[in-house]
């Protein structure tokens, strides 16, 4: 009986790999090499703020029409007066930051040209656990200029809700994510594109997150078909334009202070200078300022700084406390000017 | 069917499965695939004999691969250095092997071990890495966090995920050029082992990964040194030399339109007396195109200080080919002081000291001396090419070589060389030298740079042998032929060094022994005098016929030989 069984079992396991052989054969029309190199072409390196410490200054991004628009992961990376984008075969262009949907943490961004090789989102559709994929991004910055970004093979595992924190903070969105069994998601990995044996967009490499539930780092991809909705919401300007609080900071340089640099795990939010001419400099900040309440909300560290700043809507006001020689004093900023604006 | 599985071999037992499941074609299985996966099990069983485990005591150790029959391994400078010269090896045979360290190059992150006591081991084939795609199978053999405590490796498969990588030196030195990323597992004690495509060839060395945040464990991108880097080197570090890195004796960067120009360049290296000047655009290296610094770096960083490459350049809008001699990246003593840094020697001072403790085996393998990682092998490299220059040597003897003949340019010229005198008349004078004294008194004929003094060491090392003349020995493995002169050229040969009489030269050996090229320097930092002999097509045994005489980008003269005695009368 036992013996029925093994044998049982192991004919299961024959079928099954035949199945998923065939499936393999009927999908190997085009070498891999060669899905892989078109992948490639419609998968961007993104340059933008940070190179602090865990916080890299870089992230990957997947082109998603012929005329530039680019979706990636909302991130610090993007708080940048410049975003530099370089395409596969090493064109240089500056990207816009079009908005963000702070739900599903997606930027949308655009270059201008024309002709791009980019993923349609319109035909998108789920995959289902099981299905071999392979990851595109430039994870630890190991590409660079016309260099192609690293690839990566793996099954989606299983499809369940994203429950991962970053940090203390929980991640704003909760829906379904194809779990990988593979080590995608590392430094520079965020929006990197996931596609299936055949080079069709399966989804897009999030933040860098750990679960809640154990701790352990993720590995996953936002679906396709939450890219296509949150893209179009974007587009449409269904979803806020805006920031969420808590999920990023934003520099104050935005409105013109310059902080020292955040060094210490809690760097005293000291101004080191003022940009000429900014809003800073127009409501009177100077360096050696201390920094203790953003918007009435007291702030202790340079990074509560940011994160109050991030929870302020554009156009919010802006106004800053500071100590300075020994007195509080209070200034109006002006409103808070969106992201990717110069100040 | 499953009654007759031979006694306890976990190997033999998945094939009787697999045979089994071959059996039931009932349930469909596509031939195709079942083939697919037994070539695959044929191709990491084989592959997995070859792997090394390295032991190197309480520092820790790694992983090799095995490259010839006779025990010559490939593995990691970082894997080594703590071990020191001698160290015990394990192969997935189950038996422990002593080994003996050959060669270092600790830039590249390379050396080169000897396993002892067979002729018989099983051994890995360097591909063309240049041949390799992103996509491709590939898989690791090694050693993870010192898993193989039976010996037999560990497997981890994936896919090329990146090619001609660029990653920065860990520390002052480990540039990892043009590396090959992957995202098969690569753990901490896998370097060293063997990275293989999917016909089992050997296309890197693993030693790399990417460790940040998540601890040091695989997070999916693991590095491997490329095998035509390995190749490039292999000859360095067979001679049991401290191999060097190259540079240009300038840098580049990456201008404000993107091309990659000159930055600086030191007035008195190879490259600027051959005519590289500040703001040149470089168009390609060693017939690899430049299109960015780290492309720059991955072509500089594969190939060992020494080798004549060209370079083209466009230099004020024109372009221009430049034919370069690489320089070295750091200094004998530099690199001596980087290998023994990390030796665990109680003397502190490198792989050179504790050899009376080293095993008998060992003992009489091992030679120290300075610029070189074991002397020992120099010795067995120089005499293997002494034995093809004698073999090659044929009537050549001790009486005096005349050469003459007609000079492309026009004119007649007779060179005699014998123990005692060089002469050489030319259309445009007669010059000699003093065989027997010292060689760099007068670089003979002007303009040269030294061509007697070069035929004198030819002959010498012809008729005396390798091991006689000065202070000779094995420099590595060289293109052929940088200038493109001989048509028969394009692969490798042989390099000895010299140092004898007041001048250094390097000869060129092909694989039958005769000697293709002579470079001899009169003085250092100035160019040398290059000789490049080649036979007459059909000549079976490869007379030389033809001499040409280049001084840096200049060409001294073209000699069409129509006699020539090397000796043949004398005894």
């Known amino acids: ?343 | 069917m499953i009654l007759h599985v031979p006694p306890p071999c976990l190997q033999t037992l998945l094939a009787c499965v697999a045979a089994a499941l071959l059996a039931t074609p009932a349930v469909g299985v596509d031939p195709i695939v079942l083939e697919a996966e037994a070539r695959r099990v044929e191709v990491i069983r084989a592959a997995t004999d070859t792997a090394v485990a390295i032991f190197a005591g309480s520092s820790g150790g790694g992983s090799g691969v095995l490259i010839t029959a006779d025990g010559y391994a490939l593995t990691n400078f970082h894997v080594v250095q703590p071990a020191g010269v001698a160290m015990t090896c394990g192969l997935a045979d189950g038996r422990l092997y002593e080994a003996v360290l050959v060669g270092l190059d600790p830039t590249g992150d390379v050396a080169l071990i000897k396993l002892l006591g067979r002729d018989d081991f099983p051994f890995a084939t360097l591909a063309d890495s240049d041949e390799v795609e992103v996509g491709d199978w590939c898989f690791a053999a090694g050693n993870p966090f010192l898993l193989a405590t039976d010996l037999v490796p560990s497997i981890s498969a994936g896919i090329v995920s990146g090619t001609h990588r660029y990653q920065f030196p860990a520390g002052t030195i480990l540039e990892y050029a043009d590396c090959l990323q992957v995202d098969a597992a690569i753990n901490p004690g896998n370097s060293g082992g063997g990275l293989f495509d999917a016909a089992g060839q050997l296309i890197g060395v693993n030693g790399r990964a990417s460790f940040e945040k998540r601890g040091r464990v695989n997070v999916g991108a693991g590095y491997a040194i490329s095998a035509n880097q390995l190749r490039n080197f292999l000859g360095c570090l067979r001679g049991g030399r401290l191999c060097d890195h190259a540079t240009l004796g300038a840098t580049v960067a990456t201008a404000a339109d993107g091309r990659v120009v000159v930055s600086d360049i030191l007035e008195t290296s190879d490259t600027w007396r051959q005519g590289l000047r500040y703001d040149d655009e470089i168009v390609s290296l060693a017939g690899r195109s430049v299109r960015t610094v780290n492309a720059f770096k991955n072509v500089l960083g594969t190939l060992p200080a020494g080798w004549q490459v060209p370079l083209v350049v466009r230099q004020g809008g024109r372009r221009q080919e430049l034919l370069v001699r690489l320089a070295r990246v750091h200094a004998a003593a530099e690199l001596a002081a980087i290998v023994t840094a990390g030796a665990e020697q109680p003397e502190g001072a490198g792989p050179a000291a504790g050899e009376s403790e080293l095993p008998a085996a060992v003992r009489d393998l091992y030679e120290a001396r300075p610029g070189f990682t074991n002397y020992h092998f120099n010795v067995v490299e120089r005499d293997r090419v002494g034995r093809a220059i004698a073999a090659a040597r044929g009537k050549a003897g001790k009486g005096p070589w005349v050469l003459a003949g007609q000079m492309e340019e026009g004119g007649e010229f007779r060179i005699e060389v014998s123990d005692s005198l060089a002469v050489i008349d030319l259309p445009t004078g007669t010059s000699e030298l003093d065989a027997g004294g010292e060689l760099d008194a007068s670089p003979v004929p002007p303009g040269s740079g030294g061509l007697l003094a070069a035929l004198v060491v030819w002959r010498r090392i012809v008729v005396e042998g390798p091991a006689a003349v000065g202070r000779t020995t094995y420099w590595g493995r060289a293109p052929r032929d940088p200038r493109g002169i001989d048509p028969a050229g394009g692969d490798s040969v042989d390099v000895l060094e010299t140092v004898v009489a007041g001048v250094e030269a390097r000869l060129a050996v092909d694989a039958g022994g005769r000697i293709v090229g002579v470079d001899l320097w009169t003085a250092a930092d100035a160019d040398p005098c290059e000789v490049r002999i080649t036979a007459a097509a059909d000549d079976k045994a490869g007379r030389p016929a033809r001499l040409e005489v280049w001084r840096g980008s200049e060409r001294f003269g073209t000699f069409l030989l129509e006699t020539v005695d090397l000796g043949e009368a004398a005894p």
């Open chain 1, 1 to 343: 009986m036992i013996r029925l069984k093994l044998r049982l079992l192991l004919q299961l396991v024959v079928v099954g790999g035949g199945i998923a052989a065939v499936a393999a054969a009927a999908v190997a029309d085009t070498p891999p090499q060669q899905v892989i190199a078109q992948a490639a072409r419609k998968v961007v390196k993104l340059y933008g703020a940070g190179g602090l410490r865990s916080l890299e200054g870089y992230q990957s991004g997947i082109l998603v029409s012929p005329d530039g628009v680019i979706l990636t992961a909302a991130s610090t990376v993007l708080d940048s007066e410049q975003i530099d984008c370089v395409l596969d075969d090493g064109r240089r262009y500056v990207a816009r930051l079009v908005g963000v949907d702070p739900r599903r943490e997606l930027a949308v961004l655009r270059i201008d040209a024309t002709d791009l090789p980019a993923f349609p989102l319109a035909a998108a559709d789920s995959v289902a656990p099981g299905t071999r994929v392979y990851a595109l991004s430039n994870m630890f910055g190991v590409a660079v200029g016309d260099e192609r970004v690293t690839v990566q093979r793996g099954v989606v595992a299983v499809v369940a809700p994203l429950e991962a924190r970053r940090g203390a903070a929980e991640a704003p969105y909760r829906g379904d994510v194809y779990v990988l069994d593979c080590t995608t998601n590392n430094p520079g990995s965020p929006g990197g594109a996931v596609v299936d044996a055949r080079g069709r967009l399966v989804g897009m490499l999030g933040k860098e997150l750990r679960s809640t539930a154990s701790g352990i780092w993720l590995n996953y991809a936002l679906p396709v078909t939450e890219l296509a909705a949150g893209s179009d919401a974007v587009l449409t300007g269904t979803a806020a334009a805006a920031i969420p609080v808590d999920a990023t900071r934003l520099d104050p340089r935005i409105v013109g202070a310059v902080l020292v640099p955040d060094l210490l795990d809690r760097t005293p939010p000291f101004v080191e200078s003022v940009d000429p001419g900014s809003a800073a400099a127009r409501a009177g900040l100077r360096s050696d300022d201390l920094v203790i309440a953003v918007g009435g909300r007291s702030v202790s560290t340079r990074a509560a700084v940011e994160q109050a700043l991030g929870g302020l809507a554009v156009g919010d006001p802006v106004r800053i406390t500071v100590i300075r020689a020994g007195s509080l004093e209070e200034f109006d900023l002006g409103p808070r000017p969106p992201a990717g604006e110069q100040p």
